[in-house]
Nanobody, 127 residues
């Protein structure tokens, strides 16, 4: 059975950094996409970043304009984990962050392409 477990959320001041982790288990496909999404209170879920890997190589890493240059998505294939390094955090980054996985090519702006979702980890950016 497939599972995604996020960790690493917390509270941080504006300008600070956090690294989110998403540990995947039970997945057997050789090519897959991982994505990070977030949802703030009263707002719709939005895509943040996604990455596509095949046979251990990374082919695509894409970012929403709102996080480009500040966030980095990266996989650790040995640990079956994907990270989201978040730097220069802003109050508007405050949200519940969700990890998602999909077989084949899936991109953050097409959330329907992701089949599996984690439970989320809270990120709060406040002074």
């Amino acid at each position: 059975e497939e599972h995604l477990v996020e960790s690493g959320g917390g509270s941080v001041q504006p300008g600070g950094s956090l690294r989110l982790s998403c540990a995947a288990s039970g997945f057997t496909f050789s090519s897959n996409s991982m994505g990070w999404f977030r949802q703030a209170p009263g707002k719709e879920r939005e895509g943040v970043a996604s990455i596509y890997t095949r046979d251990g190589s990374t082919y695509y890493a894409d970012y929403a304009d709102s996080v480009k240059g500040r966030f980095t998505i990266s996989p650790d294939n040995l640990k079956n984990t994907v990270y989201l390094q978040m730097n220069s955090l802003k109050p508007e980054d405050t949200a519940m962050y969700y990890c998602a996985a999909g077989s084949g090519l899936a991109r953050w702006w097409r959330a329907y392409e992701f089949n599996y979702w984690g439970q989320g980890t809270q990120v709060t950016v406040s002074s």
